[in-house]
């Protein structure tokens, strides 16, 4: 393992340029569906919270990797298949509480920079605090998979922080702009996480879950579930 003084430029470089080439993807994928991009803006401020957000991530995964939290192990697909499967779970649970929290008057001000930063596509904007606290979700199973059943590799670690931007950029996506073009065919059924993020973020008090409407619909948080009463 090499020295944390030449891990976390390796780390960093790795997030910076894997979550740029999925934006890049994403923005391609927009363009093509809707003939604009995503409201994407290179700001000062945008970039500063992309630092943020990078650099948090390559320091808990740095020392996660340095302090033996996740041990890497040589690459194996259905174990690394059952992390991916039985981590979604979790994130998706984990996510929806930590979300929730951080609307609570005490913990918004973490959370403000992503709901308030203007003219930046929303998933680039978070505080390294926030980051901290919703990405130290993945340290729990990362840990449990590496330790215990010798399932986490490079190339696991590469596929979970992915897919979990990936995912986050998705949820990000203008649905309303999305929506016409996709109605007519089968991708209109991923517009469900895009929809639900967008009335989360109008400001109403709902819809905490990123990914998949069941943690908000089984606590009450629905704002689409009728009869829900959001609280
Ligand atoms: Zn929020
Ligand atoms: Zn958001």
């Not at 957000?53 to 996660?64: P, Q, S």
């Not at 979700?137 to 059943?149: D, E, K, N, V």
């Not at 309303?176 to 469900?192: E, F, I, V």
């Amino acid at each position: 393992m090499p020295s944390p003084l030449h891990l976390y430029p390796m780390v960093f470089a790795c997030f910076l340029g894997g979550h740029l080439l999925i934006l890049g993807a994403v923005t391609v994928l927009h363009r093509a569906f809707t003939g604009a991009a995503p409201r994407l803006r290179a700001d000062a401020r945008g970039l500063r919270y992309l630092l943020e957000f990078v650099g948090a991530e390559a320091l808990m995964l740095t020392a996660a990797l340095q302090l033996g939290v996740v041990r890497l192990a040589p690459f194996s697909a259905p174990r690394t298949l059952a992390t991916l499967a039985l981590g979604f779970v979790w994130w998706e649970f984990w996510f929806y509480f930590g979300h929730r929290l951080l609307h609570t008057r005490w913990l918004y001000p973490l959370h403000r920079p992503h709901h308030a930063t203007p003219g930046v596509h929303p998933s680039l904007a978070f505080g390294a605090l926030e980051t901290v606290a919703l990405s130290s979700g993945f340290y729990l199973p990362l840990a449990l998979a590496s330790h215990r059943f010798h399932a986490v590799s490079v190339e696991t670690l590469a596929l979970v922080f992915s897919l979990a931007y990936a995912l986050n950029v998705v949820s990000h996506l203008d649905a309303a702009r999305l929506a016409p073009r996709l109605a007519a065919t089968p991708w209109r059924h991923l517009l469900g996480s895009p929809r639900r993020h967008a009335q989360h973020h109008a400001g109403r008090r709902g819809n905490y879950g990123l990914n998949s409407p069941w943690p908000d619909r089984l606590f009450g948080t629905a704002l689409d579930a009728p009869g829900s009463v959001p609280r």
